[in-house]
């Protein structure tokens, strides 16, 4: 038995914008096509898509929309396809669970299903605001949640079967804590149960191995999608079962690479430099100058390199003028603040909590991580 595991499509996704507006819509469409010819290839029995295949949770573009029909039509043709939800997900998708597709399972709540030799698990993402509503600790609830689900798994787990875990989570460690905004709970490796035979991730953008018993894998997203995935392996896995066995297969799929060309100051001899190498670069660039902010060689260089999507300017590491996302919620959360004092003289902590977690909501929409 064989199948193929995809993740974090992020179709509609619109990068650099106030930049340079790139539609990434057309580069991840060749990248979805060839991984729809390596799964009619390989003859698989299944695939499973394990969430954020949208870009925008409140309104996805029309044009995304229908690539991702087309898509998951083309793969529930071959086999049948899973396609559990994540953070970035619209919640419309429910909606197409009444849809009688043949081979297509759209999976919005944790479950259990029975297909051929397979015992499937799913865990899509969990929402600690919207499932649970206002509690003093949501975090600590939604992962006591998620341990119990685990452990239903584990008493679950049927050896005559292929035993996988699909899902849309965050296992702990995984992200530099300077990346890590608001991206919610988070799971140890320890709490998953050994005898699965495979765990099908989605929510990292690397395709990556996290461990080796039970294997788990985050397939990652098909393309490069903004300059903190520089260094990641972008494509899918091929999963493989036989004798009680998992074979593993990486495919890679076809994408732009992204790159930061980091430079010390912008003299003459350094632009000369910098002009060569982003003559030969067919990816998109992001160039960071040491030093201070300087319009003229941002406009020379974002109107004669079409590579060239973003340019920075930074005094001892820190940007000079873009300030960060966070900078900003945390100045608008403090106005709120200052706003209430004035007006009603004391300050609920609670409402300046919702005011933060309906930002960071907006944020969540807007920021391409995970
Ligand atoms: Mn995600």
New binding site residues.
């Given amino acids: 038995m064989k199948l193929l595991h995809t993740s974090?499509w992020h179709l509609g996704l619109e990068s650099w914008v106030g930049s340079k507006s790139v539609d990434r819509l057309e580069e991840t469409k060749m990248a979805l096509l060839d991984l729809v010819q390596v799964a009619e290839q390989e003859k698989v029995d299944l695939i499973l898509v394990t969430?954020?295949v949208l870009h925008s949770r409140v309104s996805p573009k029309i044009d995304a929309l229908s690539l991702l029909s087309d898509v998951l039509g083309r793969f529930s043709s071959i086999a049948h396809t899973f396609l559990v939800l994540?953070?970035?997900d619209w919640q419309g998708l429910k909606a197409w669970k009444n849809l009688p597709i043949k081979n297509l399972t759209v999976v919005d709540h944790p479950e259990q299903i029975d297909l051929k030799d397979f015992r499937l698990f799913f865990l899509p993402?969990t929402d600690p605001q919207r499932l649970l509503g206002a509690t003093e600790d949501p975090m600590s609830v939604v992962g006591d949640y998620l341990n119990n689900f685990l452990v239903k798994v584990r008493n679950q787990i049927d050896e005559k079967k292929i035993n996988i875990l699909s899902g849309?989570l965050?296992i702990e460690g995984l992200i530099e804590s300077d990346k890590e905004i608001a991206l919610g709970v988070q799971i140890k490796k320890s709490v998953i149960p050994t005898g699965l035979n495979y765990v099908a991730l989605?929510?990292?953008h690397n395709n990556s191995i996290v461990q080796q018993s039970p294997i788990t894998c985050y397939a990652g997203s098909p393309i490069a999608l903004d300059f903190g995935e520089e260094q990641d392996t972008k494509g899918a896995f091929i999963v493989e079962f036989e004798n009680n066995k998992t074979y593993l297969h990486r495919v890679d799929t076809a994408h732009k690479k992204l790159k930061t060309f980091k430079m010390r100051d912008y003299s003459e001899a350094s632009l000369e430099f910098l002009t060569k190498q982003l003559r030969d670069f067919d990816g998109y660039a992001r160039v960071i100058f040491e030093g201070p902010a300087s319009n003229e060689i941002r406009k020379y260089l974002m109107e004669n390199f079409e590579c060239v999507v973003k340019v920075e300017f930074r005094t001892d590491g820190k940007t000079v003028d873009a300030p960060s996302m966070t900078r900003q919620k945390i100045d608008v959360i403090d106005l709120y603040r200052a706003y209430v004092r004035g007006r009603f003289g004391k300050l609920e902590e609670p409402m300046v909590n919702l005011v933060e977690r309906l930002f960071k909501e907006v944020d969540e929409d807007q920021t391409t991580?995970?």
């Fill in positions: 974090d969430g954020d994540g953070n970035h993402y849309h965050l989605g929510h990292i991580q995970s």
